[in-house]
Each structure stands twice: as C-alpha cells, then as structure tokens.
T-cell receptor
Framework: DQQVKQNSPSLSVQEGRISILNCDYT??????FLWYKKYPAEGPTFLIS?????DKNEDGRFTVFLNKSAKHLSLHIVPSQPGDSAVYFC???????????FGTGTRLKVLA | NAGVTQTPKFQVLKTGQSMTLQCAQDMNHNSMYWYRQDPGMGLRLIYYSASEGTTDKGEVPNGYNVSRLNKREFSLRLESAAPSQTSVYFC????????????FGPGTRLTVL
C-alpha cells in the first residue's frame, strides 16, 4: 500500500514556464514533507520541505504548497530551467519514528 | 569533508553469493538509512538506525542484515543474493531523523545474476 503517491511518472515543460509536480498521501498523521531532486548516477539531494502548520513554503524558484484537507502537496518551479531536469521525489516523515516514506518519483524534463 | 560515502559503486554477484555494502559519513549524523531504488517503485527503506547501537526494519527488510558499527558507519549485508535484489542502493544520514534533512550517498548499483 503506497502511502505517498506521485501519479505522474513524467512531465515535460518548456524552459521559462512553470513546472508543477504533484504528490498525494494517505496517512493524515503525516505532518512533515520534503522534496528531493535526483540526477542520474547521483544520490537524491534535498530541495525544500514543509511542515503541516504551514500551507506554503518558498525558496527562490521553488515553492511547495500543502493542502491538508486534500492530503495533497505540490512543488512549483518558476521559471523552469534545463538544469531542473531530474527526477523529483516527495517524502513524508513518519511521526514518532525516524522513518521517511518516499513517493515513486516524477521525471521532469525542461525543454530548451 | 566527504559527506556520505558508499563502497563499492558497482557490483555484480551470482545468485547465492554474499556481500556487504559499506556506508560512512563524516557529518556527525545520528540516524542512518539504507534504501533501494527500483524502476517505478521509488525509494524504499530497507533498514535504518536511529542512533548508534540501534537498528530497525523498514519497508523491505527481507534478505538483508545491517550493522551500525559505530556512529560513522552503517553496513548492509546480503547473505545469499537473489536476482530480486538487483537494484541501486542508497545510504543516507540525518542529524537526528524526524524532520531533519537526509543526506544521501552516491549509490551502489548491484546486479545479481
């Protein structure tokens, strides 16, 4: 049972436009979420996070939105750049543990 | 400051062989993790260690064992490799765990024939 879902395996966007990556979760107890970016042949790197006490967190071109009632979060990249082409994973921190549950990832391709 | 390092980078095993994947970090992380990444499956947690001296199962622990040798090192052992264990393995560390950013190593690509 996949508790963190990324239903779009891939996404293509033109350079300069907005990229929107989506993530859904099933466990309402999750209260901290992270996005990671992964380039081929490298380990994932942290991008941005959000706590459930917020509904938005911004860092430069990257903004994460959290809709707790819908159990949905999204990552917005504006403007998208070719260097943003990578696989993006969302993850949820499991309360009371030191565990994280990752989604299946979305491959973003930004076209020049 | 090397961050999180993993050895080896690549490995090919025959079914039934054993091997240990090594992970070390110099970031003073208390928590360490082993994940596997498979196409269409994302990153799945195999085992983790919340602190030195403790280990716990993740989502997919069968066929694996771990050792938290000290604060810096966390190894993953395959006692009898199976083709289903063909995957890319990532080690990660975090300062404490909950809500802390995880820092990942570069990965080990393992093929079991």
């Amino acid at each position: 049972d996949q508790q963190v879902k990324q239903n779009s395996p891939s996404l293509s966007v033109q350079e300069g436009r907005i990229s929107i990556l989506n993530c859904d979760y099933t466990n309402s107890m999750f209260d901290y979420f992270l996005w990671y970016k992964k380039y081929p042949a490298e380990g994932p790197t942290f991008l941005i996070s959000i706590s459930s006490i917020k509904d938005k967190n911004e860092d430069g071109r990257f903004t994460v939105f959290l809709n707790k009632s819908a159990k949905h979060l999204s990552l917005h990249i504006v403007p998208s750049q070719p260097g943003d082409s990578a696989v993006y994973f969302c993850a949820a921190s499991v309360p009371g543990t030191y565990k994280y549950i990752f989604g299946t990832g979305t491959r973003l391709k930004v076209l020049a | 400051n090397a961050g999180v390092t993993q050895t080896p980078k690549f490995q090919v095993l025959k079914t039934g062989q054993s091997m240990t994947l090594q992970c070390a970090q110099d970031m003073n992380h208390n928590s360490m993790y082993w994940y596997r990444q498979d196409p269409g499956m994302g990153l799945r947690l195999i085992y983790y260690s919340a602190s030195e001296g403790t280990t716990d199962k993740g989502e997919v622990p069968n066929g694996y064992n771990v050792s938290r040798l000290n604060k810096r090192e966390f190894s993953l052992r395959l006692e009898s490799a199976a083709p289903s264990q063909t995957s890319v393995y990532f080690c990660a560390g975090a300062l404490m765990g909950y809500t802390d950013t995880q820092y990942f190593g570069p990965g080990t690509r393992l093929t079991v024939l």
